[in-house]
DNA sequence: ATGAAAGCGCTAACAA
DNA sequence: TTGTTAGCGCTTTCAT
């Protein structure tokens, strides 16, 4: 025997009705705005409950054209990094009451256009948009709407946008900092797809920490990945097909990272007394390997919280260009590092 | 110099004043509904495509209370299956031109309850619910509003509800054939967390798998896990421990056998030389791990249309029990496994 | 301190 | 075949 399923209120009348009061007044007690009597407010107060009162945001919506949602446009959900940081942001943001709308490109034109009308179709009230991949223009619909919109790792802002970047700098100087106290002089480097500004700005951010640690930069112990397993797995044989070969290699990300693992596990070179390699992001299945990834971790959650905050600038100063914030960064040392070996390989 | 944005008609009215019609029969060329002369249709086509009309579904969801939206709940998204599956799953219903609201619970009975209130206040048509952690009374008020509920691995339907279910049993006996074809004649398994329903069903799955290939169920190779690495990790260093070993272990899950091959590693216990190893679920960073993983693969684009189809039954016949649907499974057989070794270790 | 009422965009019932 | 209109739930302005 079940009991009844107790009475729902769907709309204010009804909770208004209860309360002996109108509409205007249950609106008010829920949106703490006008003067409402402490009184009539316990009552409200009361009814609300008793009828557990759901309320039907697309009301607001439709009356402002405005939904309290945000998009979130994310490249793919099959590196781990994505799905990890969409967990934090969907916590931030639905912690300050917003409601989140997911939408992955999988880096196809046309998915992205389809978003970009779901989007605009939903009213949403600003985008955060990590797909460096595809043509940005698909998403001036977007801003011809006024709507905000954050990039991740554009490093530039125009009117309507801002822009979080993560501190790639930081994280490389930091590993190259590490690898050069365990002994290591030469350092390879396994990048991204090459063309994408977000594949030079990383390249660039290493060149640069092997500069300030006074380290030579050599282009042979460079080589392009694809920000994937398999791009880490053939840039590691091409490294290792030549003749000299670095005693560490850094790569973009953890999934090039693991890649280049397995490519030293099936060659049966030993990591890291052979070899040491980083990872970049901080994925959890980093630690699954074998060895567990030394990485530089992106605090994902800070990452969301920037995203929030320089929409709610955006929001402040409409038609104007957005901060520039950035991500911190943290060296995560596991065992895929260690003292390079005494004798070049 | 840019060119001016375009103008975008964002309600009915812009269109109809445009077209020389009225917003009903705007309407009714949007939606095939009613009749409307050939000619006025053209013109009103024309009129949507010059003003780049964007609908605002709100408008209906507040005429209807239906939103066109579907609910999916996941217990987290640090397993990588969840956002593989989301994946398709997303694509599968925006396909459809339904939209997608997606919440985690994160094994969080607060986070349910918050959960459950935001698809209820969004008017979801639908809620697809993949977490089997928590207690499932948080759900009722979604059924006491008449909305459709998908679980998943229930293996149960009630009023309201329908079931997809996993093919463990199909996936186990492959595999376990398989490994026996390969000479193995003790296997091990490392489990889900005890106590939860859906750990049951995998274990006896495995152990219907065992009697129909003939093959003893030994206890004493069989350990609990936790659905991640570490309880992977402990898992097989416990199995180890002992004098008498499987040579070959199935797992739970993917995350399970990473962690499983991780000891291994550790421990210098060659794969598949000294011991096989099978996870389940097909997720793609298996294939990153060394040696790459084989792996009873979950169909996750079949799991979205089942979910789909179920939630379509549902809705054809209101306040009844829906379909128990089956999912199926591929063995992937990759490098973890091999033949049985000569002598038990 | 509270209530009445307008209006957001859409669709379906009804009228013409 | 097409148009007019009511009404979904909410907030806010304007009265009271």
Known sequence: MRSQPPEIARNMRTVALRAGVSTATVSRVLNGSGAVKAETAERVRKALKELRFIPNPSATTLKYGRSNTYGIIL??????????FLLEFE??????????????????QQKLTNTVRRML???????????????????????????PIVTIDRRRAQKGCADVAIAFEDGYREAVLRLKALGHRSIGFIGGTEGLRTSEIRLQAFQQALAEAELRFEPRFVR???Y?????????????????????????????????LRALHALGIG???????????????????????????????????????????????VGTRGPLLSVPVLLVERESTGPAPRTRT
Chains 1, 2 share one sequence.
């Open 121 to 147: 179709m939903r009213r949403v009230d600003g985008v955060v948009m990590m797909a460096s991949e595809v043509d940005t223009r698909a998403v001036e619909p977007i801003l011809n709407q006024q709507i």
């Open 271 to 317: 990591v890291p007394t052979q070899m040491s390699l980083v990872g970049f992001d901080g994925i959890l299945l980093g630690e699954a390997a074998f060895p567990p990834l030394t990485t530089v971790a992106v605090a994902r959650r800070e990452m969301a919280e920037r995203c929030l905050e320089a929409l709610g600038k955006l929001q402040q100063n």
């Open 224 to 226: 392009a990945g694809d």
């Open 75 to 84: 490249p793919d959900l099959t590196n781990p990094f994505y799905p990890e």
């Open 228 to 260: 994937r397993v398999n791009g880490g797995d053939a840039a590691m044989r091409s490294l290792l097909r030549q003749q000299r070969r670095p005693t560490a290699v850094m790569t973009v990300n953890d999934l090039t990272a693991l890649g280049a």
């Open 91 to 108: 916590d931030v943001f639905v912690e300050q009451d917003h409601e989140v709308l997911v939408a992955t490109t999988q880096s196809s």
